[in-house]
Each structure stands twice: as C-alpha cells, then as structure tokens.
C-alpha cells in the first residue's frame, strides 16, 4: 500500500530534490570528503547510494559488514544531504551464483545468462528471494531511522534486464500465474484458441513459457507470458516493500524506465505500489526526435503520478555508454533537458551518477563530476543547475494541466508488436511517438493516460494503434465523444480483445461504429512505396479500403488500389466527433489534422514556434510558464510578469536566447479554483 508523501519534501527543506546516484565504494574513502564538500557547492540534496552494494555488505553468505556504508551515511547526515537508499538487491554476488547456478536467468532459446555484468537472477527464483529479503531485512533493521535515510529505493530499473526468464522455475510459477488468472484448463484452452494447430493442453505441466519454437508461437500465451513477467517482478517489488516497512516509516519507492526500447514492464499497474513515481531517462539517439520522446517520457512519468509531481530518479550530464555511438550534450542541452523534465512535472531532478567511474562498463558513461574534475563545463553546468533549482523552488507542488490525453498501454505494445501481423513494419512505439510528436511539433500539452482512464477533463483524445482493448476501455472512448468529446484514432486500433481474439465483423473492430467507417482487408505498404494522398502528400506503410457507413472523407488516395478510396475520415457521433487515420501519414500532415481536430474541439492554442518549447506549471496563484528554447537563434515570447531565472520583471515579450531557458511566473485571472473545466478554461498561459 502507498503512503502519502511529496517529491520535494525528500530534499529535507522542501525544495526541489537536487541528487544524484553516489557510488563510494568505487572510491577510496578519502575521497568521500571532497565529494560531501562538492555536492554542498551543487546544491545536491539527495543521493542514491547502496544501489549495487550486495557483494560489498554481504562478502560471503550469512557475514554482513557495515563500516563503509555506515561512515557514508554518516557523513551525508552530518552534512545535510539526505539519502534514497538503496535495498541493494539488485546484482547478486558472485559467492550466491556459484552456490546456487539454479538462480541464473535462461533466454527463450534455453541458453543461461551467466554472471559477469549485472541482475543475472530468475525474477521467480525463490533462491534469489530469500536471499535477497534477508539483505533487506539487514539493511532495513540497520538504517531504518537513520537521519540520513529520506525513502527506500528497492533494487534497481528493476527488470532492465532479466525481465524474461523461461527457466523451469519460471515455467512453474507461470503455471500458477495462469491457475489464478483462469481456474481451469478449459478456461485457459478457450483464452489462447488452443484449438488452432492442436495446441490443446490436457494438464497444467504441459505450459511452458513461450521459448523458442521452430514456427510462431501462440501471440495469447506470448502476451500472457508479457503480463506474468511484469506481475512476477512488481511481485518482488512489493515483497521487500513489506520487509522495509517492518522496519523503516520512510516512503518507498523503484525507479521506473519509461523508454522506448523498455517495455516488459506495464507501470499503469506499478504505479499505485510506489509512495513517489520515480522515472530514469537518457535521451535516446537512435530514435528520430529524441527531444520529443523526453517530453514523451516526462508525461508519461506525469500520467503515472496521476498529474502528481514526480522525480527524475536518472539522467545524463552528457554521454552514456550503452548506445551505438554516445554523443556528448552540447552547449547549454544538459540545463534544457534537466528543465524540460521540469516544465513537465517533475520536482526533482537527480543524475547518474555523481563522479565518473575509473574502472568498469560503464566508465565512459558522464557524470556530475567527470573524469576532467571541477574545472570542466560540466561541473560549471551542474553548479549553475543547483543555482536554477533554488530559484525555481516556489515551484515544487504546482501541476501541468492538459486539455489533450493520449493513450498508451503497454499491454496493447505486446500484442501490437507480435509475429504473424499484417506488417512487421509497424511498430507500436514508433506509431505512439508519431502522435505525440505532432502535437509537441504543436505546442500542444498532452497528458498521457492508461486504456479505461476518466477522459472527462479532456477536450480531445488520441488513441495510436490501440490494437487491443479491452470492451470496457474501449466504452470509455465511445462515451466520451457520444457526450461531446473528440476522439483522434489511427490504423490497426480496436481489433483484438483481451485475450488476442479478432473482434469479426469488419475492421476496426470495437471502434467501427464511433468511427463510421468499415474495412475487410488491410494493405501494408513497402516502406519503399509510399502511395500518394490527394493533398499530394505520402501515406506509408499502412493503408485499407475504407469505406464510409457514417463518417465523411477528410484525405483520400490518389494511387494505388484504393485511389479514390478515403484514408482519413470524420464522423458525427453523438455530440461528438471522432477522426480516423487509415495509413502513416507525413508528420506535418499529421500535424495539421491533429491541429485541426484540437482546434474543433475547442483546446485553447498557444502559438507555437519552431524550437521553442513551451509548457505551463499551475500553482495555486501563479502559472509558471517555461519556454525552452533549442534552437540556434533567439526567440521572443509575449508574456509579462516576473522571469525566475533571471530575476527580470517581463512586460511584455521575452526574449530567450539560443539554446537558453527562461521560466516567467505569471498571476492569471482564476474565477474560481475548483478545477472545473471552466477555471481551466479562463486560466491559460497568457502567450498569444
Ligand atoms: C541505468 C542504471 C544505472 C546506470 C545507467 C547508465 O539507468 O540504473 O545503474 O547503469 O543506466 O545509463
């Protein structure tokens, strides 16, 4: 169970949490001291230590030795500088899997991951477990009122990379997964259409997690395979939850990964367990907008704090060392991206890690201190983003506000991206951040919500590739627009319910009657031959011969077998409206018809200008309007009140320079402050 708590009151002093991961024991203890001193000069008010600690506290099974993460957590209390301490259960020492190989993870194909690099456990292994709960039990007991001790941090990115084990262990604690998901055998034949390729099971042994199979497996117990993992390590989760609440008051909490090339955990059903919604991002330059999928992260982060303030557990000063070419930040990007994390919610902002590693994987991975020491400009970055904290800290508690939800579900990536679909170019992720990116190209603010969510404070909502859903999720949406909502829904939405089973009668399936429109066949294009639009526009990728019960055309083919066919339609529907989106389209196609679909639905616009990302903070007086600005050239923003980071008084447009942040608090008219969509409606920022 989740206890009441506030990011900023993890800094001690109620202001923004400002940290880092602290790693001593890669240190000689004379170092400690210089790092205590420095971290005061950062302004940091939270660290992350005991993260990887297991070998060091606990040298051989059953001897445990605290001297060293005593004297740490000593000397981070006598200094003021609070502590998210870690279970530290996340890698296991090396006398645990030599004693009991049985714990080591096994890949689909049945081969072992062995020790070496890092979380080489089974998540079922009651071997792990116990060991694990008895770590946990130690340290709880130890530091549980520790002066230091600010929240519990268990384990680490927990299921970064053993969220998958197919080992025998794992394949009995699916069996009885399954046994509670469906009581009887017939049941779980029904769910998975065991009746296809005389995959019918007579007995529960016969399940085995979905390894390696010479055709494609069965997408159900694939999919279910997907829910049980991730319930099998929240399930680790909440089990050294309840040791540390045993012992400690302090909140609880894990940090989360919301990313793009992360997806085995379904954090809509974490969320509720953490006391803080914790979140690691690194910007990601294998993707095409990694700037857009940070805000992408951010709100999501926001959606799983239910609109709450968050902390940014992880990110970088500048590289890392786990993507294919790890580029540096650039002048002023560390300030904007910690900022931007800001802007969308977050009360903390907390770096891996605080002085880079010498030895080591990861050595090359930036810190807050790196290995060129103070005199480089990452520390004189980090120093001055300790400096912007304390200016913005009136912040901490005010809220980001959305008029437009966009609905993502993890549940519905596992499906969406199975073998055997029509198009192996399609990719869920790829098609959510498409959205998203259109409507951050927009300026507009989106808030990210689970499948079933309440949309009734929203205006407008855009459901990418929803290829599963569920019947009641979809209702919420069908619903929302009868009373007046609209809905945006792209291609491959609606057909499949909970248990993967196509929903007949004409795609798309659960959103054939809101949308007005009916398809028999789809026709995945090759990525190198688009169609034509008749705005003279590409449609990639996907396209369908749509045709119209009740919906009119908004974009149509003009080559191909559907040339005069509709691609995008309209429909009336209710005292609503819903869109439909049959094909990729351009991104600024996209763009503009989600523009137009925000704007008949009545979400209040800001202009928004290329490079210049502009979000609004509500508090109870004040709005607090960040403007980010990542181009090359200056840009001004009509605005007035007061910029924070500067201390300048705005009285009517701000200038922000290249590359800079400028933060302006400004004082709305608010008629009344009951949440109403009224009052969202009359306190909007005041650009025009
Ligand atoms: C993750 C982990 C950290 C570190 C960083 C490197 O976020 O939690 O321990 O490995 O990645 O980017």
């Known amino acids: 169970m989740a206890r009441t708590t506030t990011v900023a009151g993890l800094s001690g002093t109620g202001q923004l949490v400002y940290g880092c991961d602290y790693n001593p024991e890669q240190w000689d203890p004379s170092v400690w001291h210089e790092d205590v001193r420095l971290m005061k000069e950062a302004g940091v008010n939270l660290v992350a230590v005991n993260i990887f600690g297991w070998a060091e506290l606990e040298p051989e099974e059953g001897t445990f030795r605290f001297e060293n993460l005593d004297a740490v957590m000593d000397l981070l209390a006598e200094n003021g500088i609070g502590v998210n301490l870690g279970t530290g259960t996340s890698s296991t020492p090396a006398w645990l899997t030599t004693a009991h190989p049985e714990i080591l993870p096994r890949a689909a194909d049945g081969t072992v991951r062995w020790p070496g690099g890092r979380q080489a456990f089974c998540p079922s292994s009651p071997v792990y477990r116990d060991s694990a709960l008895a770590l946990v039990q130690k340290v709880s007991a130890r530091y549980g009122s520790h002066p230091a001790l600010r929240i519990w941090h268990v384990s680490n990115e927990i299921g970064c990379h053993n969220s998958l084990c197919y080992c025998d262990v794992s394949a009995e604690a699916f069996r009885g997964w399954l046994r509670a998901r469906y009581g009887d055998l017939d049941a779980l034949n029904a769910a998975w259409g065991t009746a296809f390729w005389s995959q019918r099971y007579s007995a529960w042994e016969q399940i085995l997690p979905p390894r390696l199979t010479l055709s494609a497996t069965n997408p159900t117990q694939t999919l279910d395979f997907n829910r049980f993992s991730s319930d099998e390590l929240l399930a680790h989760y909440s089990a050294e939850e309840a040791v540390l609440r045993r012992n400690s008051d302090a909140p609880v909490t894990t940090n989360f990964m919301v990313a793009a090339h992360i997806r085995n955990q379904d954090y809509w059903t974490w969320a509720p367990e953490m006391d803080v919604i914790a979140n690691d991002h690194y910007l990601d330059h294998r993707l095409d907008a990694p700037l857009a999928e940070l805000a992408f992260a951010a709100d999501t982060t926001r959606g799983l704090a239910q609109g709450r303030p968050w902390l940014l557990m992880e990110h970088s000063t500048g590289a890392v060392n786990w993507q294919p070419r790890n580029i540096a930040k650039g002048p002023g990007e560390m300030i904007r991206n910690s900022l931007t994390h800001l802007a969308r919610g977050a009360d903390g902002l907390c770096f891996f890690q605080w002085r880079a590693s010498l030895q080591g994987s990861e050595k090359f991975h930036s810190a807050m201190v790196p290995h060129a020491g103070t005199d480089s400009q990452i520390w004189r970055d980090v120093v001055e983003l300790g400096s912007s904290l304390g200016k913005l800290r009136e912040l901490a508690g005010t809220t980001v506000h959305a008029e437009v939800a966009l609905v993502f579900s993890w549940e519905a990536w596992w499906a969406h991206d199975q073998d055997s679909h029509p198009s192996g170019d399609v990719r869920y992720i790829e098609q959510i951040h498409a959205a998203y990116r259109a409507l951050w190209d927009a300026g507009i603010t989106v808030d990210v919500v689970p499948p079933g969510a309440d949309l009734s404070a929203y205006r407008l909502v855009v459901v990418p590739n929803l290829y599963l859903v569920r019947d009641e999720h979809a209702a919420v ?58 705005n003279g526009s590409p449609a990639s ?29 309209r429909n009336r529907f209710g005292t609503g409206e819903a869109w439909y989106v049959g094909t990729v389209l351009d991104g600024s196609v996209l763009k503009d018809l989600l523009l137009r679909a925000a704007v008949t639905a009545g979400v209040r616009l800001t202009e928004a200008q290329s490079g210049l990302e502009a979000v609004t903070r509500r508090g109870n007086a004040h709005d607090y309007l960040f403007l980010i600005n990542h181009s090359a050239e200056d840009r001004k923003h009509r605005v007035h009140g ?43 920022n005041d650009s025009h």
């Open 477 to 534: 949406i069908t619903d929302f627009v009868e009373s007046g909502g609209s809905a945006f829904v792209t291609f491959f939405s609606g057909i499949v319910d909970e248990n993967e089973r196509v929903r007949p009668g004409g795609y798309p399936g659960a959103f054939r009657d809101l949308l007005g429109v009916r398809s028999e066949e789809f026709f995945p294009l090759d990525p190198a031959h688009p169609l034509t639009l008749d």
């Open 642 to 684: 007061l910029e924070l980071l500067t201390s300048e008084a705005v009285a009517d447009v701000v200038v922000v320079p290249a590359g800079a942040v400028r933060v302006v608090r400004t004082t709305p008219a608010r008629p009344d402050t009951d949440g109403s969509s009224q009052s969202r409606k009359d306190a909007g």
């Open 541 to 569: 990728l996907w396209s369908e011969a749509l045709r119209l019960t009740t919906a009119e055309p908004v974009l149509g083919y003009a080559t191909g077998h559907h040339a005069g066919a509709p691609a995008v339609t």
